[in-house]
């Protein structure tokens, strides 16, 4: 399919309907979809969830979606049967040889999309759904087609509207108030009483601004705290869910295992081992030159590194992040944390997982050899641990000295203006989120003893063997470092955000900010890996190029 199709503009292109059908993924069943052709998904039901690029969210009545060709939907079935309608067409180009793979920016493509006339949606979709002959009722269909993907482009678009500049500071607010105060009874009603909103409104605004409705976030938000806890302390499941807001342990139980995917007691016992004390003795020892590896986590680009090629991966949310899409070919995805069926289908001799946290390790060791290797290791220890499974152990350590003398060739080339030695923070921007980066990711590359030396608030978490910590605005003005860097996604609603916390107070305090050295990066540079590390370094001196405030969203567009 034609992916060049950002400069088209609406009136030179045309859509043909190609089918409609209706789904069904039966309670307490999982289905995935994957999608050929543009598809237009729409519930009429209250029942179940659905899951595209990891992201997990409730279905309600009149939901639809905007799916591009080569994406992937998993519907989660609950109590009930999950019923949605299927409309697949495709996007035609005046003058193109090929359907379009995306139409422009302006397409919401996997955003939720709530209808409230369901009436008139539903009367939409049987338009189409009819079935009579001739060439007049083709073009009925069509314009029919027409309408209604003019219909949920009008929704989305009055949806975001509502989202004015007051709403979206108050909505921020509570979400402050829910980080802080997440251990009290909270109610929605609660919540958008502080906002100084209605409640329907308040509830739709905060599910179109973070993704999920208000109580969905709050209990990711007390799991995530929950999960902190059960690493380290051996209390009682009552107590630990006492301590992040649960009042019923039940209750506490089936949310934990929805979010995390294994129950809370075996989390703790889990996280508490040690990698040894999982690895049974008979799979200590994997053949010494595997052929088919499979491997999940972040350590793709080291088995790259070493140029193997997997025969699969978790390729589910980085195949469109990694810098090294273009390597990539070939490699099946395996799904989050390795679906066993999907990998049994590719007949590994070796499985490598990055997590020791993994539900499905019983399983994939009746598959094949199956090792652990921490994701949280430094890249180099990842690459060594991975060199020695493979027997390529000289030729990773060759890689290491030659990268890191590059590295300081360098930084030596950069070191002329005597401003090396300065002191930086990195920070990233994802889903509207703010984190602090420790020593992971781009921020690997840019501490070096000729380049630049890690802020006081990055010490701190080192020192904390923290890799990364979540930030607020108000929190900001205590940020130090002679430079920042912003990572984000150039593409993506990020950008709505990026254009908020630039106006913010916190923001505008920081020091680095108001000195104009700030650097704006793609997030795709935000792994270290030793293929990103490795393309970093012709890219990096051109990102350090750009820093004054005039320039600055030109910095890593590469």
Known sequence: MSTDCQAIPDKAMHVVLDDTSLLVCRREERMLYRISRHLIVAFFGDSGRYRISNIERQIDPGLCLLLPPGCEIELIGAAEDIQCHLISFDVWGWGEQEPLASVHEGWPYTRPITVTDIIHLLEAIQRLKATKHGSSWRMRQTIALQELICLLLEQYEQSAGRLVSNEKDNIRMTISYLAEHYTEKITVNRLARMAGMERTKYSAAFQLYMGKKPLEYLNSLRIEKATKLLAVFDQPLREIAKQVGFSDEYYFNKRFTQYVGIPPRMYANISRSSVGELMPSNNADPSCEPRRIVITG???????????????????????????????????????????????????????????????????????????????????????????????????????????????????????????????????????QLYLMGNSGFAVSLYHDNGFLPSNCVIELMTQGEPFRKVSVDTLSRLDGDRLFLLTDFHEIDNQNVQWLMNTPGWQAIDAVKRGCMHMVESSWNYDDPITRDRLLSVLPTILRFYTADRVTLAGCV
């Open 298 to 432: 972040s350590m793709l680009g080291e088995l790259l590194a070493l140029e193997i090629k997997p025969v699969g991966a978790e390729l589910t949310i980085i195949r469109s992040q990694v810098v090294y899409r273009d390597l990539l070919q070939d490699v099946a995805d395996v799904g989050t944390l390795g679906d066993p069926s999907r990998i049994a289908a590719l007949c590994p001799d070796l499985i490598v997982l990055g997590c020791k946290l993994n539900r499905h390790y019983n399983q994939l060791l009746s598959i094949a050899p199956t090792v652990i290797i921490d994701n949280n290791l430094n890249t180099w220890d990842r690459l060594l641990s991975l060199a020695e499974l493979v027997g390529k152990h000289k030729e990773a350590a060759a890689w290491i000295a030659d990268y890191d003398k590059r590295w300081g060739m360098m930084w030596e080339s950069l070191n002329t203006d005597n401003k090396l030695h300065e002191t930086a923070t990195v920070l990233l921007l994802f889903q509207g």
